[in-house]
C-alpha cells in the first residue's frame, strides 16, 4: 500500500515571498502520478500541479513549481511571490498509473499567508 | 478545466430519514467516480469507488447498507445516506475521473443530521 506523508501541519509566510511544502511517499511502483491540491477555505478541492513519474522534468505551473526527487520519494511544492488567495490547506497526493486507481492523500499543510 | 457539479451543497435532515447528495460531470464522460469523507481539519478519506455500470468498490469500514452508491450513467453518481444520524454528519466531496492523472472534483456536500 500507498502512504503519503506531510510532515508540516501548519506553515506561515509573508506575502510575496516564497514557502516550501514538504511531501513525502512511500511505494514499490514505478510509474504513478503525484499531485497537490489546493483546498481554500470554500472547501473545493482544487488541481494546483500534477507531475508523472517518467518525467525527470519538474512541473511548473505559474508561480507553483515541484522539486521531484524520485530516489528520496520527495515531491515538495514552492510556492513562490505568494499572494493572500494561496490561504489554504494544501493536500499531496499519489496515485498509482492504472485507470481504476484511486488517489492517497496526505494528511494536509495549512498555510497561512500573512499581509 | 472540467467540471463537477455536486448537489445539494447543504442538506439538514432529521435523524432516521435518508439524503441523496448527487454528483455530475457537466462537460466530460467519467466512467470512475470516488466518493469522500472530509471531517474537520483532517484530510479526504476515500468512501468507494464508483464504476458507471457495475456495483461500487466500498473501502474497509464502509457500510455499503448505509451509504449507497449508484452510477447510473457516464456522468452521474448518486450518494444516499440512509437512515442518517447525528454519527453521519460531515462533509462529502465526490470527483469524477476523466482520464489517468485527470480527476476533478465536486465543491462538497455539508450533511448536518438532527
Known amino acids: 500500500a500507498q502512504t503519503v506523508t506531510q510532515s508540516q501541519p501548519e506553515m506561515s509566510v509573508q506575502e510575496a515571498e516564497t514557502v516550501t511544502l514538504s511531501c513525502t511517499y512511500d511505494t514499490s511502483e514505478n510509474n504513478y502520478y503525484l499531485f497537490w491540491y489546493k483546498q481554500p477555505p470554500s472547501r473545493q478541492m482544487i488541481l494546483v500541479i500534477r507531475q508523472e513519474a517518467y518525467k525527470q522534468q519538474n512541473a511548473t505551473e505559474n508561480r507553483f513549481s515541484v522539486n521531484f526527487q524520485k530516489a528520496a520519494k520527495s515531491f515538495s511544492l514552492k510556492i513562490s511571490d505568494s499572494q493572500l488567495g494561496d490561504t489554504a490547506m494544501y493536500f499531496c497526493a499519489f496515485m498509482k498509473h492504472d485507470a481504476g486507481n484511486m488517489l492517497t492523500f496526505g494528511g494536509g499543510t495549512r498555510l497561512m499567508v500573512k499581509p | 478545466g472540467a467540471v463537477v457539479s455536486q448537489h445539494p451543497s447543504r442538506v439538514i435532515c432529521k435523524s432516521g430519514t435518508s439524503v441523496k447528495i448527487e454528483c455530475r460531470s457537466l462537460d466530460f464522460q467519467a466512467t470512475t467516480m470516488f466518493w469522500y469523507r472530509q471531517f474537520p481539519k483532517q484530510s479526504l478519506m476515500l468512501m468507494a469507488t464508483s464504476n458507471e455500470g457495475s456495483k461500487a468498490t466500498y473501502e474497509q469500514g464502509v457500510e455499503k447498507d448505509k451509504f449507497l452508491i449508484n452510477h447510473a450513467s457516464l456522468t452521474l453518481s448518486t450518494l444516499t445516506v440512509t437512515s442518517a444520524h447525528p454519527e453521519d454528519s460531515s462533509f462529502y466531496i465526490c470527483?469524477?475521473?476523466?482520464?489517468?492523472?485527470?480527476?476533478?472534483f465536486g465543491a462538497g456536500t455539508r450533511l448536518s443530521v438532527l
Open positions: 470527483s469524477a475521473r476523466e482520464a489517468p492523472g485527470r480527476e476533478y
